[in-house]
């Protein structure tokens, strides 16, 4: 299994600490001598994980700490999230009044595929022993408050398929190398954080099917290749910093339900300086028409953008009040 940094390891030996206390109790429990070093090492991990998110506070902790399995522990499966040979695969704990951090000991569980923990209260950075989780491909931490660069390594799960660090306080940027580490993501999910930066132009080569991107900090051109992903259905750039057109390539978007850019520095095409609200003169808008046509033809609902800068013939208006998606 993994091997924690001796910073971590030394934390078993001071007294009041979360690992010392998970130590202390996995040495009462009544058949720890029957159990192999796998099984101890998980126990741990799991004992640590809610000693450092205040579990006594929980708002739901059935059977956390009894002489249970661990893969009996409450969670909000519903089911069993181990496997076979009873390794811990889902660690889903959503809406559950978790506070604190995270323990750098969950990296032990390295049979986990799925991370989910949104909804809570956890504070401080992602732990950087994560990197070792290498075959999660759900990992949902949206609506806590987490801090710091999104580590890069978040962006190296090669089985990733849903991607969500919503409603954070994360910082950084997003590295050019996505669609090369996570081949097979659809869902990616960042919004509301402070993310800066640029969108990968290569994002758009991926089987995208929900893409949140809106109130941070991105900078730059939408990358054109945004156009390209045919199961694309929501699209959110509102809220950034970005610059430059709207790409005509949004008309190819089959089954694009949302495409909201308002609130930006994006703008319009060289047009007549005569034709301000009327297209530039040639019945061009600064959203493409071909965009508009997918509103009577397609499945599109909303296109939003800043009216006072650019020109559409089907857009909401940021100016006139809320933007009303899902």
């Not at 080569?205 to 809106?214: A, I, K, S």
């Given at each position: 299994?993994?091997?924690?940094?001796?910073?971590v390891?030394?934390?078993?030996?001071?007294?009041?600490?979360?690992?010392?206390?998970?130590?202390?109790?996995?040495?009462?429990?009544?058949?720890?001598?029957?159990?192999?070093?796998?099984?101890?090492?998980?126990?741990?991990?799991?004992?640590?994980?809610?000693?450092?998110?205040?579990g006594?506070?929980?708002?739901?902790?059935?059977?956390?700490?009894?002489?249970l399995?661990?893969?009996?522990w409450y969670?909000?499966?519903?089911?069993?999230?181990?496997?076979?040979v009873?390794q811990?695969?889902?660690?889903?704990?959503?809406?559950?009044?978790?506070?604190?951090?995270?323990?750098?000991?969950?990296?032990?569980l390295?049979t986990?595929?799925?991370?989910?923990?949104?909804?809570?209260?956890?504070t401080?950075?992602?732990?950087?022993e994560?990197?070792?989780?290498?075959?999660?491909?759900?990992?949902?931490l949206?609506f806590?408050?987490?801090?710091?660069?999104?580590?890069?390594?978040?962006?190296?799960?090669p089985?990733?398929?849903?991607?969500?660090i919503?409603?954070?306080?994360?910082?950084?940027?997003?590295?050019q190398d996505?669609?090369?580490?996570?081949?097979?993501?659809?869902?990616?999910?960042?919004?509301?954080?402070?993310?800066?930066?640029?969108?990968?132009?290569?994002?758009?080569?991926?089987?995208?099917?929900?893409?949140?991107?809106?109130?941070?900090?991105?900078?730059?051109?939408i990358?054109?290749e945004?156009?390209?992903?045919?199961?694309l259905k929501?699209?959110?750039?509102?809220?950034?910093?970005?610059?430059?057109?709207?790409?005509?390539?949004?008309?190819?978007?089959?089954?694009?339900?949302?495409?909201?850019?308002?609130?930006?520095?994006?703008?319009?095409?060289?047009?007549?300086?005569?034709?301000?609200?009327?297209?530039?003169?040639?019945?061009?808008?600064?959203?493409?028409?071909s965009i508009?046509?997918?509103?009577?033809?397609?499945?599109?609902?909303t296109?939003?953008?800043?009216?006072?800068?650019?020109t559409?013939?089907?857009?909401?208006?940021?100016?006139?009040?809320?933007?009303?998606?899902?």
């Open positions: 299994g993994p091997v924690l940094p001796p910073e390891l030394n934390l078993i030996d001071i007294p009041g600490t979360c690992q010392s206390k998970a130590r202390d109790w996995l040495r009462t429990g009544k058949d720890v001598l029957e159990f192999n070093a796998e099984r101890i090492r998980q126990r741990y991990a799991m004992a640590v994980f809610f000693c450092a998110t205040d006594g506070d929980w708002l739901e902790n059935h059977m956390w700490l009894s002489d399995h661990e893969c009996d969670n909000r499966l519903g089911l069993d999230p181990c496997n076979r009873e811990m695969e889902i660690l889903r704990i959503h809406d559950n009044g978790l506070q604190g951090t995270l323990a750098p000991e969950l990296s032990i390295s986990l595929y799925e991370l989910t923990l949104s909804d809570n209260m956890i401080g950075t992602f732990p950087k994560y990197s070792s989780l290498s075959e999660l491909d759900t990992f949902v949206a806590n408050q987490f801090e710091g660069p999104v580590p890069e390594f978040t962006f190296r799960y089985d990733m398929v849903y991607y969500d919503g409603y954070n306080r994360f910082t950084g940027t997003l590295p996505i669609p090369q580490q996570m081949p097979d993501l659809e869902v990616m999910l960042m919004e509301n954080n402070d993310i800066g930066g640029t969108i990968p132009t290569n994002l758009g080569t991926l089987n995208l099917r929900r893409v949140h991107m809106d109130d941070n900090n991105l900078t730059g051109p990358p054109t945004l156009g390209l992903p045919p199961k929501q699209l959110y750039l509102h809220g950034n910093q970005l610059t430059g057109p709207v790409p005509s390539e949004f008309g190819n978007l089959e089954v694009l339900n949302h495409l909201t850019l308002h609130h930006n520095f994006l703008n319009g095409r060289p047009s007549n300086p005569n034709s301000v609200g009327q297209g530039n003169g040639n019945g061009n808008f600064d959203v493409d028409n508009c046509n997918n509103m009577a033809t397609k499945q599109l609902q296109v939003s953008i800043d009216c006072a800068a650019l559409c013939e089907c857009c909401q208006c940021a100016e006139t009040g809320a933007i009303d998606v899902p």
